[in-house]
């Protein structure tokens, strides 16, 4: 407010009583003073405005981020950050962005307003364009990402081995006997569709099969995977295995291929990735790669903390890694061995 007040010839009290809307003053002024400080940036401090009213201590307090609260992976990792942050003394103000962009945009700005002391975050899945993580970092906010990372920005990042755990699933597939494996991914622009496509080829060309790109289909949830999969399962070769970037997807593909009669595992062998309640609530019980969302979400605060208490420099980038494991069930067959 000094410089605002500095810059436009007004008092600072003037400034504060435009900022508050105050009738005290003209509403040329307050016009004037509001729309200066809006191009520039300002951000009202609102705990410093609370300790002025109540001289207590300000609140420890994380932002978190969650795409969808909804779905079981984020629903673990956010009980994993809510665990780790209150052993450390720290509590959490949650936003879900609902896989929008400009929802992500406004809840970063609200986080700057409420001066949280850094920020934890899976980016939405049409985010493209960075420059509200950026402004949290350029405001000194310590920013972690886990799951959806910005590798646009280096900034420090949680995740699970999406190519290990990808590699595996379709490495099991191969090894019962699957010779046509389709792959069920995200848009290619998130790291965690690369990393499993990567993983799924890989295991395909270390198998001496040669990937076939009429396999791969963009489709990442329940709704889709039953509107695409019934044409899939008409062609002349159908796929024999199909490995899904998350367990819905899986489950739809697994729905439909039950009602046009196919015995699955014997006709048609599915795995999934996440390892939530329904995995385990389908009929057979779904084969899947499990993430570990509740250590994400504790190692995710544990990074971000070591920057907020200067463990670690706030430019340091810290890249962990949370191992994956594969839970077979019944959608799967039994392996067999390799030929050499």
Do not use: W
């Not at 060309?205 to 019934?230: H, M, S, V």
Request: proline content about 3%.
């Amino acid at each position: 407010m000094k410089d605002i007040a500095r810059e436009l010839g007004v008092s600072v009290a003037t400034v504060s009583r435009a900022l508050q809307d105050s009738t005290r003053i003209s509403a040329e002024q307050r016009e004037r003073i509001q729309t200066y400080a809006r191009e520039h940036h300002f951000i009202p401090n609102m705990l410093a405005n609370t300790l002025r009213r109540t001289r207590l201590e300000p609140t420890r307090i994380i932002g978190v981020i969650i795409p969808q609260i909804a779905h079981y992976y984020f629903s673990t990792i956010l009980s994993g950050i809510e665990t780790e942050a209150s052993l450390r003394g720290y509590h959490i103000m949650v936003a879900q962005s609902d896989e929008r962009y400009e929802h992500e945009v406004r809840i970063c700005q609200s986080f700057l307003e409420q001066r949280v002391c850094g920020v934890i975050v899976s980016q939405a899945k049409d985010t493209i364009q960075h420059d509200h993580f950026q402004h949290l970092l350029d405001a000194g906010v310590p920013l972690v990402f886990y799951d959806r990372i910005c590798t646009g920005l280096n900034t420090s990042r949680v995740v699970v081995d999406d190519y290990q755990g990808a590699y595996a699933a379709v490495t099991h597939l191969i090894r019962t006997g699957c010779q046509h494996i389709a792959f069920y991914g995200s848009n290619m622009h998130l790291e965690i569709s690369k990393n499993r496509y990567n993983g799924y080829r890989d295991a395909l060309l270390k198998a001496g099969q040669t990937p076939d790109e009429t396999l791969y289909f963009e489709c990442d949830n329940r709704d889709d995977a039953e509107l695409i999969t019934p044409q899939l399962l008409q062609r002349e070769r159908r796929p024999d295995g199909v490995f899904a970037v998350n367990d819905d997807t899986a489950i739809g593909i697994l729905y439909t291929a039950k009602r046009m009669g196919l015995r699955v595992p014997d006709e048609l062998s599915i795995c999934g990735f996440t390892n939530g309640e329904r995995a385990r609530a389908c009929d057979p019980m779904l084969t899947t790669v499990e993430q570990r969302g509740h250590q994400v979400g504790e190692e995710a605060v544990k990074v971000l903390l070591d920057h907020v208490e200067g463990h670690i420099p706030i430019e340091k980038v810290e890249r962990r890694v949370i191992k994956t494991r594969l839970v077979i069930r019944g959608t799967t067959k039994e392996a067999m061995e390799l030929k050499s």
